[in-house]
């Protein structure tokens, strides 16, 4: 594997070079981080050897941590990575198959938090825009962080730069990473919740505006984006929790994490809103239908009321029976055409009256 070569004597600071992963490597990216500088190494294992060997530790006694990024990473190479980290297999099980609920555990020194990520997805048609989900995992322990990511949401290039832009931050050690990638999600949560919250009012406006529209295909669609956003959303706020209360992470990173925690207490019950609001909103245009439809069958039977008279008086007469009124007479044709005309009209101002037509 290419990422474990022998060691090769990395440059130190920010301004080195960085190493590009295989394009056959699911590894997005990988750092050793000193004292909040990054220095970037031929392979992982240099890293990790970096750190743990303290080659560039021993004058000033700072704090480093190895950090790799992966990307839907199959179970050989996950597996070629635990031993290195001491992943726990359960963890990389979970890493590898995804579809997991958002969690926190821990196994041994090893943290492993997963979180669901989601984004905005242009659609054409009906169908608009839809949420979608993905996930991250995190191993973090007191030396390293490994970022397992699912999806096409949720990139983590952004985030890494902007703590490599603040060598402060970073030297608080890899709790600073996992704060910045909750943070990161969380503010993809409220993004996305603002996006459901302009189609929910376009929904709105749509129902109860004069013109008569069918929205209960965009309504139901809204509800299900709804519910991907409460599953996301609404699991995380006990990791989260629980995550500031560990003893590992600095003081300095859990008033950062309290802080993630109340935007997403926002963004929760922004989620839960949508929900309860769509529901009379659904109702309100399955009245609507219910009335619509009613309107049309009332103008229906009233309209076939009126064609029925003059078929009924026409049929009568078209038994053939010598003694019938006014049949031998010269009048007898007008007078049963002006007599259907005067039923007619007296049946239609009267559905009129009524509102039927």
Same mark, same amino acid.
């Given at each position: 594997?290419? !990422?474990?070569?022998?060691?090769?004597?990395?440059?130190?600071?920010?301004?080195?070079?960085? /190493?590009?992963?295989?394009?056959?490597?699911?590894?997005?990216?990988?750092?050793?981080?000193?004292?909040?500088?990054? /220095?970037?190494?031929?392979?992982?294992?240099?890293?990790?050897?970096?750190?743990?060997?303290?080659?560039?530790?021993?004058?000033?006694?700072?704090?480093?941590?190895?950090?790799?990024?992966?990307?839907?990473?199959?179970?050989?190479? !996950?597996?070629?990575?635990?031993?290195?980290?001491? !992943?726990?297999?359960?963890?990389?099980?979970?890493?590898?198959?995804?579809?997991?609920?958002?969690?926190?555990?821990?196994?041994?020194?090893?943290?492993?938090?997963?979180?669901?990520?989601?984004?905005?997805?242009?659609?054409?048609?009906?169908?608009?825009?839809?949420?979608?989900?993905?996930?991250?995992?995190?191993?973090?322990?007191?030396?390293?962080?490994?970022?397992?990511?699912?999806?096409?949401?949720?990139?983590?290039?952004? /985030?890494?730069?902007?703590?490599?832009?603040?060598?402060?931050?970073?030297?608080?050690?890899?709790?600073?990473?996992?704060?910045?990638?909750?943070?990161?999600?969380?503010?993809?949560?409220?993004?996305?919740?603002?996006?459901?919250?302009?189609?929910?009012?376009?929904?709105?406006?749509?129902?109860?505006?004069?013109?008569?529209?069918?929205?209960?295909?965009?309504?139901?669609?809204?509800?299900?984006?709804?519910?991907?956003?409460?599953?996301?959303?609404?699991?995380?706020?006990?990791?989260?929790?629980?995550?500031?209360?560990?003893?590992?992470?600095?003081?300095?990173?859990?008033?950062?994490?309290?802080?993630?925690?109340?935007?997403?207490?926002?963004?929760?019950?922004?989620?839960?809103?949508?929900?309860?609001?769509?529901?009379?909103?659904?109702?309100?245009?399955?009245?609507?239908?219910?009335?619509?439809?009613?309107?049309?069958?009332?103008?229906?039977?009233?309209?076939?009321?009126? !064609?029925?008279?003059?078929?009924?008086?026409?049929?009568?007469?078209?038994?053939?029976?010598?003694?019938?009124?006014?049949?031998?007479?010269?009048?007898?044709?007008?007078? /049963?055409?002006?007599?259907?005309?005067?039923?007619?009209?007296?049946?239609?101002?009267?559905?009129?009256?009524?509102?039927?037509?």
């Amino acid at each position: 594997m290419a !990422l474990f070569r022998p060691l090769a004597r990395p440059l130190r600071g920010s301004a080195a070079p960085a /190493v590009p992963p295989p394009r056959s490597s699911a590894v997005t990216d990988w750092a050793a981080y000193i004292d909040g500088q990054r /220095v970037d190494t031929e392979t992982v294992a240099d890293a990790v050897r970096l750190v743990r060997d303290g080659e560039l530790t021993d004058n000033d006694g700072g704090m480093g941590f190895v950090w790799v990024g992966l990307h839907e990473p199959d179970a050989a190479e !996950l597996e070629r990575l635990a031993p290195v980290f001491g !992943l726990h297999p359960l963890a990389v099980e979970d890493a590898v198959h995804a579809h997991q609920r958002p969690k926190l555990e821990r196994y041994d020194d090893v943290q492993f938090l997963v979180m669901k990520t989601v984004g905005y997805a242009e659609r054409g048609g009906d169908d608009g825009d839809l949420v979608e989900t993905g996930e991250i995992m995190i191993f973090c322990g007191h030396d390293f962080v490994v970022t397992v990511r699912h999806g096409p949401h949720g990139d983590l290039d952004a /985030v890494r730069r902007r703590l490599e832009a603040d060598p402060a931050r970073l030297a608080l050690g890899p709790t600073a990473v996992l704060h910045a990638i909750a943070d990161h999600v969380v503010d993809a949560y409220m993004s996305v919740a603002e996006a459901v919250a302009d189609d929910i009012d376009r929904v709105e406006e749509a129902v109860f505006s004069p013109e008569r529209s069918d929205e209960a295909r965009r309504i139901y669609r809204l509800k299900r984006e709804v519910i991907q956003l409460k599953r996301a959303v609404g699991p995380l706020a006990g990791p989260l929790r629980s995550l500031a209360g560990r003893r590992f992470v600095p003081p300095e990173i859990k008033e950062y994490l309290r802080d993630v925690e109340d935007h997403l207490t926002r963004v929760r019950e922004q989620v839960e809103s949508y929900d309860e609001l769509l529901n009379p909103i659904l109702h309100a245009h399955m009245t609507q239908v219910t009335v619509a439809d009613n309107r049309d069958m009332r103008r229906i039977s009233a309209w076939g009321a009126i !064609l029925m008279l003059p078929t009924a008086v026409t049929g009568i007469y078209g038994m053939n029976f010598d003694n019938m009124p006014a049949l031998h007479t010269e009048w007898g044709y007008m007078a /049963v055409l002006a007599v259907i005309a005067v039923m007619c009209l007296t049946l239609y101002r009267g559905f009129r009256r009524n509102g039927w037509l």
